[in-house]
């Protein structure tokens, strides 16, 4: 789940007076540019705040936001999935989500997204004394509500890739609630999603693959090298167009938990030889790696498509 790292330190002047010396000397921080507030009497330190990732930044609005709710109040949606480690597609939103069982209605603060609905105990859970709802209910509530294909993708693939949730225990969260709006469009996004896409950009490409219409490819397709060697996998196989299709992220090339001692230039060679041994194979006839950049405009990836023979009917 969540990553082990401590979270930076808060500083609050809940209980201070608001005119006592601690409460002023924040305040003042927090004007001089030294401390961020996230929310009313809530400091983080700048420097700490600014090295934070975008999860992390929303997991500790999330702890800040924790002293405005109350004892029946669960994090989920968006926040939810923040605590359970997962990446999103766009931006994390700047407010914390939760879900209040009492309330007969959505509610809004400047702080906090209330979102009403019955909780059964199974649907939640608890980290670190945080309650929030299980990765299951999280993947219900998120392909519910959200209308993009590619946003609830991205989300339902990793909580199943990690093993965090399966298919099974989130059609029975759906089912539970029968009268709940979205209901087709989540089921349809359910059926989509797949454990075996590894990372967000995986599942955007096979999202953006089905909207241009492409053949539905094989997903980690494993390669004969030789000699008893086998490549782990890759990421799109075409068999009928004989054409590997690779995500190529740059968390391979700049991240040392993916690269582990090699340099990113050492990694460019390995995956060289790595390609060039691939492209050996007799059923193999094309090999095409597509980014981030692609990912950007569905135009550019119908055009590597295409150049590879892989045909697109949209």
Request: hydrophobic share 40%.
């Amino acid at each position: 789940m969540i990553d082990d790292d401590p979270l930076p330190l808060l500083f609050r002047t809940t209980g201070l007076g608001s005119g006592s010396r601690e409460a002023t000397r924040l305040r003042r921080a927090a004007a001089a540019g030294r401390l961020r507030r996230l929310h009313p009497g809530s400091f983080v330190a700048r420097h700490d705040w600014d090295a934070l990732t975008p999860r992390r930044r929303h997991v500790l609005l999330v702890e800040s936001a924790l002293g405005r709710t109350g004892p029946r109040h669960v994090v989920s949606h968006l926040s939810a999935a923040a605590l359970l480690g997962s990446p999103v597609l766009r931006d994390w939103p700047d407010r914390v989500h939760v879900t209040d069982p009492d309330a007969r209605g959505a509610q809004s603060t400047a702080a906090v997204v209330k979102h009403p609905g019955p909780l059964e105990d199974d649907e939640v859970s608890s980290l670190r004394g945080t309650s929030l709802t299980t990765p299951a209910r999280t993947a219900a509530d998120l392909a519910l509500g959200t209308r993009s294909l590619d946003e609830v993708t991205v989300v339902v693939d990793d909580l199943l890739h990690r093993g965090l949730t399966t298919k099974e225990a989130v059609l029975a969260s759906l089912d539970r609630r029968p009268r709940a709006r979205g209901q087709t469009g989540a089921r349809r996004a359910l059926a989509f999603a797949d454990d075996r896409s590894e990372s967000a950009g995986e599942s955007l490409t096979r999202v953006l693959l089905h909207q241009l219409g492409a053949p539905a490819p094989v997903l980690q397709r494993r390669f004969e090298l030789g000699r008893g060697r086998w490549d782990p996998h890759v990421d799109f196989w075409f068999p009928e167009q004989g054409c590997v299709l690779e995500f190529d992220g740059v968390v391979k090339y700049t991240q040392s938990r993916w690269r582990g001692s090699l340099t990113p230039e050492q990694v460019v060679v390995k995956e060289k030889i790595r390609e060039d041994a691939i492209r050996a194979r007799p059923e193999v006839h094309s090999f095409v790696r597509c980014t981030w950049w692609h990912l950007g405009d569905p135009r550019r990836l119908r055009t590597l498509l295409v150049s590879a023979g892989v045909p697109c009917s949209r």
